[in-house]
């Protein structure tokens, strides 16, 4: 059973642009969400994060957007660049238990 | 840099035989997490250990096993190995009480 699904597997931005990623998950209990960055050859790196009592978070060029009703989350870049090409993980926990459940990741290419 | 080493990078086994791929958190860190990622799959939790003890298990086969040492580094060994277990098995650590992983990266395992 898949609780964190990223439908898109893979999307394609113009350079410039705005990039908009999207996740839904499932179990009612996760509470923090986290957003990874994967380049190939490299493990995951920590993008940005929020928690269940926020609805928006942002840092630089990066902004989480979280959705509870709908159980969906969003992440967004702006302006796109090439170096944002990568794959993206969205990731949940639940309070007390700290392993994150990921989903399959969408890749992005940004197109200069 | 993660701070997360993982070795070896790469191996390469026969399908039956024995391995075991190792893992130093970063310092400070008393969680390690693996994970494993397939083809088009996500990251599959696979066991948690937190200062020598399992804390979590997540899909782990029963020919796989892990362990955490007083130095806290970490070892998981897979046997009996199948051609379905060729994938990227990435080790993570975290502070106490955080749910932010870092991950090392990787070793990508190939059984022919």
């Known amino acids: 059973d898949q609780q964190v699904k990223q439908n898109s597997p893979s999307l394609s931005v113009q350079e410039g642009r705005i990039s908009i990623l999207n996740c839904d998950y499932t179990?009612?209990?996760?509470?923090?969400f986290l957003w990874y960055k994967k380049y190939p050859a490299e493990g995951p790196t920590f993008l940005i994060s929020?928690?269940?009592?926020?609805d928006k978070n942002e840092d630089g060029r990066f902004t989480v957007f979280l959705n509870k009703s709908a159980k969906h989350l969003s992440l967004h870049i702006v302006p796109s660049q090439p170096g944002d090409s990568a794959v993206y993980f969205c990731?949940?926990?639940?309070?007390?238990?700290?392993?994150?459940?990921f989903g399959t990741g969408t890749r992005l290419t940004i197109i200069p | 840099d993660s701070g997360v080493t993982q070795t070896p990078k790469h191996l390469i086994t026969a399908t039956g035989q024995r391995v075991t791929l190792r893992c130093s958190p970063r310092?400070?860190?008393?969680?390690v997490y693996w994970y494993q990622q397939s083809l088009d799959q996500g990251l599959q939790f696979l066991i948690q250990?937190?200062?020598?003890?399992?804390?979590a298990k997540g899909n782990i086969l029963e020919r796989f096993s892990a362990q955490q040492f007083p130095d806290l580094h970490s070892e998981l060994n897979l046997s009996s190995l199948e051609l379905g277990d060729s994938a990227l098995y990435f080790c993570?650590?975290?502070?106490?009480?955080?749910?932010?992983?870092?991950f090392g990266s990787g070793t990508q395992l190939s059984v022919l």
């Open positions: 179990n009612s209990m996760f509470d923090y």
């Open positions: 993570a650590s975290s502070a106490p009480g955080s749910e932010k992983l870092f």
């Open positions: 929020i928690s269940s009592i926020k």
């Open positions: 250990y937190y200062n020598g003890e399992e804390r």
């Open positions: 990731a949940a926990s639940s309070t007390g238990g700290e392993k994150l459940t």
């Open positions: 310092s400070g860190d008393l969680s």
